[in-house]
T-cell receptor, first 110, second 114 residues
Framework: GQSLEQPSEVTAVEGAIVQINCTYQ??????LSWYQQHDGGAPTFLSY????GLEETGRFSSFLSRSDSYGYLLLQELQMKDSASYFC???????????FGAGTTVTVRA | GAGVSQSPSNKVTEKGKDVELRCDPI?????LYWYRQSLGQGLEFLIY????????KSGLPSDRFSAERTGGSVSTLTIQRTQQEDSAVYLC????????????FGPGTRLTVT
């Protein structure tokens, strides 16, 4: 099976920058996805890295390094509405379904 | 267009009863997934449907759980003889076949077994 590790919680103040790391142990996969889930809501797709490097979408960026078995989601200019859980996920080569990490709860303080 | 819809949004049932949860995916999405999420936990894969292929049932926790997808669209997840440990939010997601990294989730069904 696949194993993805994320920190369980991160707390930061408005305007700060938060980096959520995702380390994984898998023999091979198509790419790394990130999802956001607000409390009581459904997960929503944020970003996808098929190739190594940085992908930027507004205040959020995602990074992948296959050689280091590591990726991260970078949240910049934090806003209160960014308080949510963030999940990384991979689709292994021999599978169609995503394997999700346990999620990181981000709390933004005023 | 319309997103993924699920019904009911909440279901309270007595231990031992059967329940049916419904998922209506985005039109044109050939892939459909069921997940379970316990309070404060991650997403546990249950079952995956892709077009007319045999479903991947590898995540179903016991033979009390089953699912079907009729006409390549609507799916029903059935839990027989519910137990208290079945209490969770059941999430359905759909995607295009080639972009399973981008799944669209429904609002979920919160199941409470008393």
């Amino acid at each position: 099976g696949q194993s993805l590790e994320q920190p369980s919680e991160v707390t930061a103040v408005e305007g700060a920058i938060v980096q959520i790391n995702c380390t994984y142990q898998t023999s091979g996969f198509y790419g790394l996805s990130w999802y956001q889930q607000h409390d009581g809501g459904a997960p929503t797709f944020l970003s996808y890295n098929a190739l190594d490097g940085l992908e930027e979408t507004g205040r959020f960026s995602s990074f992948l390094s296959r050689s280091d078995s590591y990726g991260y989601l970078l949240l910049q200019e934090l806003q209160m509405k960014d308080s949510a859980s963030y999940f990384c996920a991979v689709r292994p080569y021999n599978d169609y379904k995503l394997s999700f990490g346990a999620g990181t709860t981000v709390t933004v303080r005023a | 267009g319309a997103g993924v819809s699920q019904s009911p949004s909440n279901k309270v049932t007595e231990k031992g009863k059967d329940v049916e949860l419904r998922c209506d995916p985005i039109s044109g999405h050939t892939a459909l997934y069921w997940y379970r999420q316990s309070l404060g936990q991650g997403l546990e894969f249950l079952i995956y449907f892709q077009g007319n292929s045999a479903p991947d049932k590898s995540g179903l926790p016991s033979d009390r759980f089953s699912a079907e997808r009729t006409g390549g669209s609507v799916s029903t997840l059935t839990i027989q003889r519910t137990q208290q440990e079945d209490s969770a939010v059941y999430l359905c997601a759909s995607s295009l076949e080639d972009t399973s990294y981008e799944q669209y989730f429904g609002p979920g069904t919160r199941l409470t077994v008393t």
